[in-house]
């Protein structure tokens, strides 16, 4: 089993709609969460980023995190053709020497005009 | 403005000759990583440096080695290239954990086919 799982896609959504996004994770000792999105043929940008469980909001984004069943989600509200990318979620424990993240293998979102 | 660049975004490289990807980041940054983006098999780390002539081994480093000779660059080395290298090289860095966890900054990548 790997450690995240991310469900590749694609999906496809008209503009406008409320995107979810999802992972499952299974060690526990995860605290770091983020969402990078990656644009066709560009290396993956921080989108957004929340420790352990609770809810973050930045404009049309939203992450959410329950770490009781380890599951993350990011929403997209009134999604845009701008939003199309891959998305990866990615976590890490602290305490290590270095930053190592784990990634999900990433959701393909295609918002249609 | 971070900036993380690759030195070639496409390379085409035949059977057994030796690769050279380069990284070079402006952020004085003390980590760096190498990752292979491949389709259903996502980001995974082939090594990965926390200063200057140090590294470790990421999850599939079998047929790879890194140089850091200097904190700014990190490259990537393919001793003898095959044909299951073919693939996205992505390059990150970032701040030591012992200043608080910090993102990973990514270049734009190197599309690498071996042919």
């Known amino acids: 089993q790997k450690e995240v799982e991310q469900d590749p896609g694609p999906l496809s959504v008209p503009e406008g709609a409320i995107v979810s996004l999802n992972c499952t994770y299974s060690n526990s000792a995860f605290q770091y969460f983020m969402w990078y999105r990656q644009y066709s043929r560009k290396g993956p940008e921080l989108l957004m980023y929340t420790y352990s469980s609770g809810n973050k909001e930045d404009g049309r984004f939203t992450a959410q995190v329950d770490k009781s069943s380890k599951y993350i989600s990011l929403f997209i509200r009134d999604s845009q053709p701008s939003d199309s990318a891959t998305y990866l979620c990615?976590?890490?424990?602290?305490?290590?020497?270095?930053?190592?993240?784990?990634f999900g293998t990433g959701t393909l979102l295609a918002v249609q005009p | 403005d971070v900036k993380v660049t690759q030195s070639s975004r496409y390379l085409v490289k035949r059977t057994g000759e030796k690769v050279f990807l380069e990284c070079v980041q402006d952020m004085d940054h003390e980590n760096m990583f190498w990752y292979r983006q491949d389709p259903g098999l996502g980001l995974r780390l082939i090594y990965f440096?926390?200063?200057?002539?140090?590294?470790e081994k990421g999850d599939i480093p079998e047929g790879y080695s890194v140089s850091r000779e200097k904190k700014e660059r990190f490259s990537l080395i393919l001793e003898s290239a095959s044909t299951n290298q073919t693939s996205m090289y992505l390059c990150?860095?970032?701040?030591?954990?012992?200043?608080?966890?910090?993102?990973?900054?990514f270049g734009p990548g190197t599309r690498l086919t071996v042919l």
């Open positions: 990150a860095s970032s701040l030591p954990a012992s200043q608080g966890i910090d993102t990973q900054y």
């Open positions: 990615a976590m890490t424990e602290y305490g290590g020497a270095t930053n190592k993240l784990i």
């Open positions: 440096s926390y200063d200057v002539k140090m590294k």
